[in-house]
Each structure stands twice: as C-alpha cells, then as structure tokens.
C-alpha cells in the first residue's frame, strides 16, 4: 500500500492500525450495552455477541476446508478417469 508521499506502509502498521480501530468500536459497544441494559445483562449480551461472531467464523472455516476436500476430491477423480481411460 502506498500514501500519499508515495512511501510504503507495512502490513504491521496496517495490523497496528486494524487493531486501535477495533478497540475503539469494541469500547463504544460495551458502553452502549452498559447504556441500554445493567452491568450483568451487557456481560451476558456482550459475551452472546462474541459466540456468535466465533461460530460464524467457526464456519467460514469448515467451508473453506470444504472447498479444498471438494477440490482435491474433483483432481483425484479426474486423474482416476483419465487413467482408466489410457490403459482401455
């Protein structure tokens, strides 16, 4: 990535900056969940707000993998094919 002097950025300082970003947002929703609703309801709706963020990663994930056993399953089978083709 280049600014506007044209030098480059690393990715640390990206990853840096990504980071203070999210802290910010994750700070503002606490206190709005401490606005709406006392101490021990935003604990338990902020933590249910994480495992939900952690399960939808969860399974980004295994479609990710899903999607490399499809394809390894498609290459396997199409060598097999091609093979069982060349000896006939």
Known sequence: MYNKEETIISSEEISLNLM?????YVTIL????????DYKQAVIRYANLVKYF????G???????NDAHDLLIE????KIEHELVVED
């Open 20 to 24: 203070r970003t999210q802290s910010i």
């Open 54 to 57: 952690l399960d939808v990663l």
């Open 75 to 78: 290459t396997v089978t199409t």
């Open 59 to 65: 399974q980004l994930e295994r479609l990710e993998q």
């Open 30 to 37: 606490w206190k709005y969940f401490l606005y709406l609703y």
